[in-house]
Structure formats: C-alpha cells, structure tokens
C-alpha cells in the first residue's frame, strides 16, 4: 500500500496528517515517511525518530564547459546592443 499526503499551498496541515497516519499505521505495516519540502522538512520535530545510521550526502556539480559560456555571453552581448 502506498499512500501520499500532497497539496501545492503551504499551512495546510500536511506534515501533521502525514505523521499522524504514519504514527498509526506504524502499528501494523512497515512505514516509510518522507518529508520533501524543500523550505524546511520538519516532519522529524514532530516524531523524534531513532536515527540508525547517518551517511554523507554527495552530489556531483558538473562543470561548465568554457565554450557554452563564451556562447552566452555573446548572445548576451548581441541582445543587449541589439535593443
């Protein structure tokens, strides 16, 4: 069973149904909760989950290629003198 709590407008109450349900549901299924809001994920202040083991996060930055960005600043150049 999959189940998802979402809605597009902030302060509506998400990550507290989201807990709760997960909270009850613990009782009987194997719970996943995952709080994706970007702003500031707090689902964990209001359940104080056991932490079982941390790893670090790493995310690969690609580097720019120096010919796409002397292409940019040419366009930007020619839009800006073209006006």
């Not at 807990?19 to 709080?35: E, I, K, N, P």
């Not at 790893?55 to 930007?76: K, M, N, Y």
Request: glycine share 12%.
């Amino acid at each position: 069973m999959i189940v998802a709590v979402a809605s597009g407008k902030g302060g509506t109450g998400k990550t507290l149904v989201a807990t709760s349900l997960a909270r009850s549901l613990s009782g009987t299924f194997r719970v996943l909760l995952l709080d994706c809001d970007v702003e500031g994920p707090d689902a964990g202040i209001l359940i104080k989950p056991e932490i079982m083991r941390e790893e670090a996060a790493c995310v690969a930055v690609p580097e720019i290629d120096p010919g796409l960005d002397r292409a940019r600043q040419s366009l930007d150049e020619l839009l800006v003198g073209g006006s």
